[in-house]
Nanobody, 114 residues
């Protein structure tokens, strides 16, 4: 069965950087879109960044120029490099991949202190 294992995250001061990773296992199928979402306390989950199988990307306006999504198809892993972090980036971050269906990671907390 398909499993997504996230790593990275944690506590960082404003202006700092973090890198999230999400490794996919349990499938030999090609992965279409890979994405990162986040959900802050009391708010709806929102799309942060998305990358297609050919490397096309799009970002939420709030993270453009600060976050970079990338993927390693051989490792079936997607990354989110987060720079110039702000307190409003504090949230639980989830990776999502689309194969024959949609699958989600377990979530990882990112906390940015002011």
């Amino acid at each position: 069965q398909v499993q997504l294992v996230q790593s990275g995250g944690g506590l960082v001061q404003a202006g700092g950087s973090l890198r999230l990773s999400c490794a996919v296992s349990g499938t030999t199928s090609s992965i279409n879109t890979m994405a990162w979402h986040r959900q802050a306390l009391g708010k709806q989950r929102e799309l942060v960044a998305r990358i297609t199988s050919i490397g096309s990307t799009n970002y939420a306006d709030s993270v453009k120029g600060r976050f970079t999504i990338s993927r390693d198809n051989a490792k079936k892993t997607v990354y989110l490099q987060m720079n110039s972090l702000k307190p409003e980036d504090t949230a639980v971050y989830y990776c999502q991949v689309i194969l024959l269906g949609s699958y989600w990671g377990q979530g990882t907390q990112v906390t940015v202190s002011s």
